[in-house]
């Protein structure tokens, strides 16, 4: 029922910036949570930021200080704009949005609490 995509990916120099974009659709309830995955080859899914209910964002250690989220205040869009871009953010970035949840969030970036998954899009960084 509920629709998740993303955009924006593409290839860009180290030290440089990309906005990512996704909205999700066909919800008749608010998502809990959204937030971005990603996935480089050869290593595990990585939850890279997320935005919950209660407006605290989670960032990743490896790319707080450099990427920001923004979203509207209906929840169903999540733009992540990646700044100082290093070749070690180079994947296939997810968008995921959560059901209703009911209860404190502890780990938002915990992908076991997203239902639905946009198919991804791809983000190269060249030195």
């Known amino acids: 029922q509920v629709q998740v995509a993303e955009s924006g990916g593409g290839s860009v120099q180290a030290g440089g910036s990309l906005r990512l974009s996704c909205t999700a659709s066909g919800y008749t309830y608010r998502a809990t949570c959204m937030a971005w995955f990603r996935q480089a080859p050869g290593k595990e899914r990585e939850g890279v930021a997320a935005l919950c209910s209660d407006r605290r964002t989670t960032f990743a250690d490896s790319v707080k200080g450099r990427f920001t989220v923004s979203s509207d205040n209906a929840q169903n869009t999540l733009d992540l704009q990646m700044n100082s871009l290093k070749t070690e953010d180079t994947a296939m970035y997810y968008c995921?949005?959560?059901?209703?949840?009911?209860?404190?969030?502890?780990?938002?970036?915990?992908?076991?609490?997203?239902?639905?998954w946009g198919h991804g899009t791809q983000v190269t960084v060249s030195s």
């Open positions: 995921a949005a959560t059901g209703q949840i009911i209860g404190l969030i502890v780990k938002p970036l915990n992908s076991a609490l997203y239902t639905y």
